[in-house]
């Protein structure tokens, strides 16, 4: 009689199992693909920012334990493909799933939440580089806009790139190469964050409301530097904090400024030129003119060096130490830059193909000063 009672104990739990196990879609499995309970979902992390870069990792294993994502499509909401590290772009609760490109079988399912950006700790700061010269009338107007502009929003950072084929003692060794990196192919020209405008150039229109967007922006680093100098050689470290785990391919660039270079300026916006309105008193030359934050030098590859993916993490601080003489040359000449009159501009910039964000954020400070994060 125990027995007969033990073997229904049994049978119900038996029953109860394999309905549990059941296929959710009642799917029958067709050669060789699997059964629709058989493809798993591992997710890096349930929960996320909707910040435009933490990530998450996405893994899909058979029964046995084996990584079947490389060969499965992956589904948000069960429409949309994704990537195996799947960047939000809005907030709310998203299920992932996947299905076999052989069979088109789904996966179950996980659920993701994504909430809306928390406040950065960081200031965002953007950075213009201006293509000018001294022999250029036209790039007074660009630097008049600047400089109105950087005195009401001392979060624009301004660098000259001095070049072109006219008399300029302050040309960048490597304007020409630069400019055809971006596009430029006139006088004065600006990027603006090294990002693609509306129109998929770089060029700044220099529309005022195209600054106020870009400082809008969220900051997902900061930036901090500190330097010294010894006779003729400035060193000293950058710092990047980061408030995101990443892992598109950011670069550094560490340049090297000059301020308080006073050379005659060709300004068209005069009476002798007749072009309106007049800028700089109508005068031409500007025989005063003080060019300011004038690139000398990097300390890293002009377009930057690799930050280590493996230390974009978020509240991580990754640091490179950095050396630059004083002194070096121009296009056609030499100089010897007055440590007082020098600044070092840091800056991390998304070096990932297809859509970079450009410049995520910049930090100025004066040659032998500390500047932290802000």
Not at 73 to 89: C, G, H, R, W
Not at 229 to 251: D, H, I
Request: charged share 10%.
């Amino acid at each position: 009689m125990k027995k007969i009672i033990l073997s229904s104990i049994l049978l119900v739990g038996m029953t109860a199992f394999f309905t549990s196990c059941k296929k959710s879609n009642n799917v029958t499995p067709v050669g060789n693909c699997p059964n629709t309970d058989s493809l798993y979902i591992f997710l890096s992390t349930s929960s996320i920012e909707n910040n435009g870069f933490d990530y998450v990792n996405i893994t899909v294993k058979d029964q046995s334990g084996n990584d079947m994502t490389s060969s499965c499509t992956l589904l948000l909401n069960n429409s949309q493909a994704i990537t195996s590290s799947f960047v939000p772009a809005s907030a709310g609760t998203f299920s992932i799933s996947a299905i076999t490109q052989s069979c088109n079988i789904p996966s179950q399912q996980k659920t993701v939440t994504v909430t809306a950006a928390g406040a950065s700790p960081f200031t965002q700061k953007i950075l213009c580089e201006d293509f000018t010269g001294a022999w250029c009338g036209y790039c007074p107007r660009v630097a008049y806009a600047l400089e109105q502009y950087k005195s009401t929003h001392p979060n624009c950072i301004s660098l000259a790139v001095h070049g072109g084929g006219g008399t300029d003692p302050y040309k960048f060794q490597y304007y020409s190469s630069f400019m055809n990196k971006y596009g430029a192919t006139g006088f004065p020209t600006v990027l603006l964050n090294r990002k693609k405008q509306p129109d998929y150039t770089y060029g700044w229109s220099e529309d005022p409301a195209d600054l106020d967007n870009a400082l809008q922006a969220w900051a997902p680093l900061g930036l901090g530097i500190t330097s010294t100098v010894n006779g003729n050689t400035v060193s000293g470290t950058a710092k990047v904090k980061f408030n995101v785990t990443t892992s598109r391919a950011l670069k550094i660039v560490v340049a090297l400024v000059e301020n308080g270079l006073v050379y005659p300026q060709t300004n068209y916006y005069s009476a002798q030129y007749g072009a309106t309105p007049y800028l700089y008193g109508g005068v031409s030359p500007i025989n005063n003119f003080v060019h300011n934050n004038v690139l000398r030098r990097t300390a890293t590859d002009l377009y930057g060096d690799a930050i280590p993916t493996s230390d974009a993490v978020k509240n991580n601080v990754w640091e490179f130490p950095f050396t630059m003489s004083l002194s070096g040359n121009t296009v056609g000449g030499t100089y010897n830059a007055v440590a007082a009159n020098c600044a070092i501009i840091a800056f991390v910039v998304d070096g990932a193909t297809g859509s970079p964000k450009g410049i995520l954020n910049v930090q100025y400070a004066n040659v032998g000063d500390v500047k932290d994060f802000d």
